[in-house]
Nanobody
Framework: QVQLVESGGGLVQAGGSLRLSCAAS????????MGWFRQAPGKEREFVAA????????YHGNSVKGRFTISRDNAKNTVYLQMNSLKPEDTAVYYC?????????????WGQGTQVTVSS
């Protein structure tokens, strides 16, 4: 298990940008595939993006493809989500996930979440 702390959420107008950060504890961060999920009130948790342990392979959900970009800095034990061209429908709590199994979408550890609100 790894401890995760998200930051960078907030209120932004439609068309704006935010960058979320997820800081992880532990010395084995570089061995974990990482991901981002989001959940709006009354909705199921939705896959947003994933990145391999080395950072060489990324995946982005269809609803955010072309607007969001996941990246990681293993030296800083941190994964990022750059969000551009934000829309009101992007409003949700965003969760960082560690130990993401790409084949099964199972997750070992979750962060506490950070709120992103996009106004129209």
């Amino acid at each position: 298990q790894v401890q995760l702390v998200e930051s960078g959420g907030g209120l932004v107008q439609a068309g704006g940008s935010l960058r979320l950060s997820c800081a992880a504890s532990g010395r084995t961060f570089s061995s974990y595939a990482m991901g981002w999920f989001r959940q709006a009130p009354g909705k199921e948790r939705e896959f947003v993006a994933a990145i391999s342990s080395s950072g060489g392979t990324t995946y982005h959900g269809n609803s955010v493809k072309g607007r969001f970009t996941i990246s990681r800095d293993n030296a800083k034990n941190t994964v990022y989500l750059q969000m551009n061209s934000l829309k009101p429908e992007d409003t949700a709590v965003y969760y960082c996930a560690a130990g993401l199994n790409i084949a099964t979408m199972k997750v070992t550890s979750w962060g506490q979440g950070t709120q992103v609100t996009v106004s129209s």
